[in-house]
């Protein structure tokens, strides 16, 4: 039996035009960019043809390589342009760890203060990943308090904390997914998935932000972890 379609979720090419519209908004000289990196490697490619009188091979592996770049270019500027729009965001964190390609299981706003300060929870190889959003100096104190709640449902399991912000010793939301896919891997996976059922069993007593958090937030696929 043949799948329906989610009317509600746009077509490929809907999807591209979506997205360089974002990075038409974020950065006005993003979409020539990608242009003229197209063109430009179509041109070099072409012009060593001409030199090496194969011209017509030449072309075909100019066209092919000047879509690869293009699309390279836009990737990049889609990532940047969807960074700049998250970035100060409630959740904006979560949005980019929600984006993370591989075992990882990601829980947005395990705790808040009335600051609207967030402690994001992720569960994946390294262990268990808490990432908090918002000064350090307000998130420090809970970060401590998940982690020895946490801890207690997880024994012997490897607990991260990561503050991510704008400060001194923070991860800034650029760099986060990056961040943690470079933490060790101490799991293997039958206990990655041990770890998701311990922690689903916690109590689930923290009210969600007052602010509205990212949603639907397509964020470009992190490297997956081998």
Known sequence: MAKSKDP???????????????????NPKGMPIVFLSAVGTLAVVVVIGLVTDYLWYSIFLGILLAFTVGLVVFGQLAQRAQYSLLHGQTGAAAAVLQGMRGNWQVTPAIAVNRDQDLVHMVVGYPGVILVSEGPGNRTARMLAAEKKRIARAVLGVEIYDVQCGDGEGQVPLAKLQRHIMKLPRNLKKPSVNEVKDRLRSLPKNMPMPKGPMPKGARMPRGPKMR
């Open 8 to 26: 509600e979720k746009p077509g490929r090419i809907k999807q591209l035009r979506m997205i360089a519209q974002i990075i038409k908004q974020s």
